[in-house]
């Protein structure tokens, strides 16, 4: 079965040092990875996906598909990346299995 | 933001009732989808729907019912037969193998 873990409810860091949120995976083939990310107030958005390998708000995610994993990282947080991040996956055919971590509340501390 | 329009935002269900959720989107997207968030649970997909007059059950879907007469809109019915309805609902759409858009939500609890 299709699964995503992401193990921290909670993470805490200073603004200035670097963040990983991390998320795992469990799918029998080749899923596209997605992390999304929702702000105080907004509507939840698509922050980046595995295929396309850019870089947004200076967030980065490598795919391991040794690891299944697919953790978000940024080398120096801002108190502006405070949100929840959800992981998320999609298994052919795609766009109609997708499925969702349980989130991880970011909390980036002046 | 335009886009996807779901309406109320705040919905309050008696005991024994059927309450509608809208959703509607201006974006040509053929897919549309409705989740549930819990806290701590993250999206659980309800149901969704590649095309019109066409839906497909998600994970929990017991106690829903959706239909699709227009493209552009997909609304929610949370039956009476939904022993715990009180959560935020959200609806999506996508181009077909694009990533999901979001609406802003729609929070339904119990009197």
């Known amino acids: 079965a299709q699964r995503v873990t992401q193990p921290e409810k909670l993470l805490s860091v200073f603004k200035g040092a670097p963040v990983e949120l991390k998320c795992n995976y469990s799918?029998?083939?080749?899923?596209?990875l997605f992390w999304y990310v929702q702000y105080s107030r907004q509507r939840l958005q698509l922050l980046l996906r595995h295929i396309s390998r850019e870089s947004i708000k200076g967030f980065t995610a490598d795919l391991n598909k040794g690891e299944t994993s697919f953790h978000l990282k940024k080398p120096f947080a801002q108190e502006e990346d405070s949100a929840m991040y959800y992981c998320a996956l999609s298994g052919p055919p795609y766009g109609q299995n997708f499925v969702f971590g349980p989130g991880t509340r970011l909390s980036v501390l002046p | 933001d335009g886009g996807i329009t779901q309406s109320p935002k705040y919905l309050f269900r008696k005991e024994g009732q059927n309450v509608t959720l809208s959703c509607e989107q201006n974006?040509?997207?053929?897919?549309m989808y409705w989740y549930r968030q819990d806290p701590g649970q993250g999206l659980r997909l309800i149901y969704y729907?590649?095309?019109?007059?066409?839906?497909q059950k998600g994970d929990i879907a017991e106690g829903y019912s959706v239909s699709r007469e227009k493209k552009e809109s997909f609304p929610l019915t949370v039956t009476s037969a939904q022993k715990n309805p009180t959560a935020f609902y959200l609806c999506a759409s996508s181009l077909q193998d694009q990533p999901q858009h979001f609406g802003d939500g729609t929070r339904l609890s119990i009197l």
């Open positions: 799918y029998s083939g080749s899923p596209e």
């Open positions: 974006l040509n997207h053929d897919a």
């Open positions: 729907s590649q095309i019109v007059n066409d839906f």
